[in-house]
C-alpha cells in the first residue's frame, strides 16, 4: 500500500539582514531542491517573504533552512503561517 503524504502551504516572514546577501535565488534553490513549488520576494521593510506549497516534511526543512539562510544573511527572527495548499503554483520563482 502506498504511503500518504500530507501536503500544506507555508508563508514565511524572514526579518533581518535578508536582502543583498543571495537569499532570494539560494531560497528558490532550496525549494526546487525540496520540490516544493512558490515564490520568494524582497518586501519593502527589508524583510523577505516566501510562500510555498508541497509536502509537510519538505516545507519544514524550508523553513529550517530560512532560520540561517546563504552566507552573509544574518537572520534575526521568522515567522511561519501555515495553511491548506491552494495548488496555484508551478515552480519556484522569484517575485518581483
Not at 500500500?1 to 543583498?20: D, F, I, N, S, W
Not at 531560497?27 to 508541497?54: F, H, I, K, P
Not at 544574518?74 to 515552480?91: H, L, M, S
Request: charged share 25%.
Amino acid at each position: 500500500m502506498e504511503a500518504l503524504t500530507k501536503k500544506a502551504r507555508v508563508h514565511v516572514k524572514v526579518c533581518g539582514r535578508v536582502q543583498g546577501v543571495y537569499f532570494r535565488a539560494s531560497t528558490v534553490e532550496q525549494g526546487r531542491r525540496l520540490g516544493l513549488s512558490g515564490w520568494v520576494m524582497n518586501c519593502a521593510d527589508g524583510s523577505v517573504e516566501v510562500a510555498a506549497e508541497g509536502e509537510i516534511d519538505q516545507l519544514e526543512q524550508l523553513v529550517n533552512w530560512c532560520h540561517h539562510g546563504p552566507p552573509g544573511a544574518q537572520v534575526k527572527e521568522v515567522r511561519a503561517q501555515w495553511e491548506a495548499p491552494k495548488e496555484e503554483f508551478r515552480n519556484f520563482y522569484i517575485k518581483r
